[in-house]
């Protein structure tokens, strides 16, 4: 049986996150499968080393090459024009313009390769941002959504193009201790990178206004001294405790009442599972898969974008005992669907059935 090449292009990585996570995962898995050759492009190499021992991706760029979008389809074009083994399927994922950077080195150097949009971000962010929107995915042939909210915009859109759903997979924790033992304490739980888009004031405005104290743990990466000076500004400095970046963000978290994730913007959000994996509930805005995971009152609860009022209100509610706290079993049942490796064979048989179609 000849194996199927798939090759995925990213843009770039900055701090550790959902994306590289993803990636070492599926190279992991696909490493067992003997049909397909799983191989990674990167345009612009930032310098992070994020890939796992054994494997690393083909870099065209680095940062201080400035290139441009025109820059990197022309770099991928010549790469693809000179590599021993052509790839069958690209997977453009990252930013939404990764499709139409794909699609015109692949027109300009002759490949026969089916080009799948893979976006790991909203499509409104991509505009937003300047990395391309919903029109950079006419450039695909076949789309792959990795949330529900992806996929509404591409459905909103009207694009003329066949759309496969796929969910990111999370590695479920081979053991939790039962959490519902452990007396809660109010305190929240922030995981991910300090960055604008995570809009985390939301979490200090809330704070402030609440009735009651409540306590924040932020672990990650990123933008620190600005987000120390904000919880400074909101007057609740002493209620943050800034940990970094920590290898299993979960440690000694028994105590924890809720996992937050205040942000404008995600793809999918793999902390949202992951956390509900762990048996911690979500308050969250509706981004990624939020409106599709989260049951308000079961496993977590919902407020409105950039709505500190609503979250300082869910706040009080829960320390009055007006809203419960959701138990871990709860939690953990309903991401299920979710385990890595159900999400990743999913990929799988959708890149077979592709490849056979060649």
Same mark, same amino acid.
Request: glycine residues 8%; hydrophobic residues 40%; aromatic residues 8%.
């Given at each position: 049986?000849?194996?199927?090449?798939?090759?995925?292009?990213?843009?770039? &990585?900055?701090e550790?996150?959902? %994306? $590289?996570?993803?990636? =070492?995962?599926v190279?992991?898995?696909f490493?067992e499968?003997?049909?397909?050759?799983?191989?990674?492009?990167?345009l612009?190499?930032?310098?992070?080393?994020w890939w796992n021992?054994?494997f690393?991706?083909?870099? #065209?760029?680095?940062?201080n090459d400035?290139?441009?979008?025109?820059?990197?389809?022309?770099?991928?074009?010549?790469?693809?024009?000179?590599?021993?083994s052509?790839p069958?399927?690209i %997977?453009?994922?990252?930013?939404?313009?990764?499709v139409?950077?794909?699609?015109?080195?692949?027109?300009d150097? %002759?490949? $026969?390769? #089916?080009?799948?949009?893979?976006p790991h971000?909203? #499509? *409104?962010?991509?505009?937003e941002?300047?990395?391309?929107?919903?029109?950079? &995915?006419?450039?695909?042939?076949?789309v792959?959504?990795?949330?529900?909210?992806?996929?509404?915009?591409?459905?909103?859109?009207?694009?003329n193009?066949?759309?496969?759903?796929?969910?990111?997979?999370?590695?479920?924790?081979?053991?939790?201790e039962n959490?519902? &033992? +452990?007396?809660?304490k109010?305190k #929240?739980?922030?995981?991910?990178?300090?960055v604008?888009? *995570?809009n985390? @004031?939301?979490?200090?405005?809330?704070?402030?206004?609440?009735?009651?104290?409540?306590f924040?743990?932020i672990?990650?990466?990123?933008?620190?001294?600005v987000?120390?000076?904000?919880?400074l500004?909101?007057?609740? &400095?002493n209620?943050?405790?800034?940990?970094g970046?920590r290898?299993n963000?979960?440690?000694n978290?028994?105590?924890?009442?809720?996992?937050?994730? @205040?942000?404008n913007?995600?793809?999918?959000?793999?902390?949202?599972?992951?956390a509900?994996?762990?048996?911690? @509930?979500?308050?969250?805005?509706?981004?990624g898969?939020?409106?599709?995971?989260?049951?308000?009152?079961? =496993?977590?609860?919902?407020?409105?974008? $950039?709505d500190?009022?609503?979250?300082?209100?869910v706040l =009080?509610?829960?320390?009055?005992?007006s %809203?419960?706290?959701?138990?871990?079993?709860t939690?953990? $049942?309903?991401?299920?669907?979710?385990?890595?490796?159900? +999400?990743?064979?999913?990929?799988?048989?959708?890149l077979?059935?592709?490849g056979?179609m060649k």
């Amino acid at each position: 049986m000849r194996r199927i090449i798939v090759e995925m292009v990213i843009p770039q &990585l900055a701090e550790r996150g959902g %994306l $590289d996570q993803f990636i =070492n995962d599926v190279a992991e898995f696909f490493l067992e499968k003997e049909d397909i050759e799983f191989r990674v492009v990167q345009l612009v190499d930032t310098g992070l080393c994020w890939w796992n021992e054994g494997f690393e991706p083909v870099s #065209l760029f680095t940062e201080n090459d400035s290139a441009t979008f025109m820059d990197s389809a022309k770099a991928y074009g010549k790469y693809l024009g000179k590599v021993a083994s052509a790839p069958d399927i690209i %997977l453009a994922a990252g930013w939404p313009v990764t499709v139409s950077i794909v699609r015109k080195a692949v027109k300009d150097s %002759l490949t $026969d390769a #089916l080009v799948v949009g893979y976006p790991h971000m909203t #499509l *409104k962010e991509g505009r937003e941002k300047n990395v391309g929107s919903v029109e950079c &995915l006419s450039d695909a042939d076949v789309v792959f959504a990795i949330s529900k909210q992806i996929e509404d915009e591409i459905t909103a859109f009207g694009l003329n193009k066949a759309v496969v759903r796929v969910n990111n997979g999370i590695r479920f924790p081979g053991s939790v201790e039962n959490r519902d &033992l +452990t007396e809660k304490k109010r305190k #929240l739980l922030y995981i991910g990178r300090l960055v604008e888009g *995570k809009n985390i @004031p939301m979490i200090f405005r809330a704070m402030a206004m609440a009735k009651d104290d409540w306590f924040l743990e932020i672990v990650g990466q990123g933008e620190m001294e600005v987000c120390q000076q904000q919880a400074l500004e909101y007057g609740i &400095l002493n209620q943050v405790t800034f940990c970094g970046f920590r290898e299993n963000p979960y440690e000694n978290t028994e105590d924890v009442m809720f996992c937050i994730m @205040p942000s404008n913007y995600e793809g999918f959000c793999l902390v949202i599972p992951e956390a509900l994996s762990h048996g911690i @509930p979500v308050i969250s805005t509706p981004v990624g898969c939020a409106t599709e995971l989260i049951k308000p009152g079961e =496993n977590g609860y919902i407020v409105g974008l $950039d709505d500190s009022d609503m979250l300082a209100q869910v706040l =009080n509610y829960v320390s009055q005992g007006s %809203l419960p706290v959701p138990d871990m079993n709860t939690c953990i $049942d309903s991401v299920k669907d979710y385990e890595l490796n159900q +999400t990743l064979e999913r990929l799988y048989v959708e890149l077979v059935k592709l490849g056979q179609m060649k």
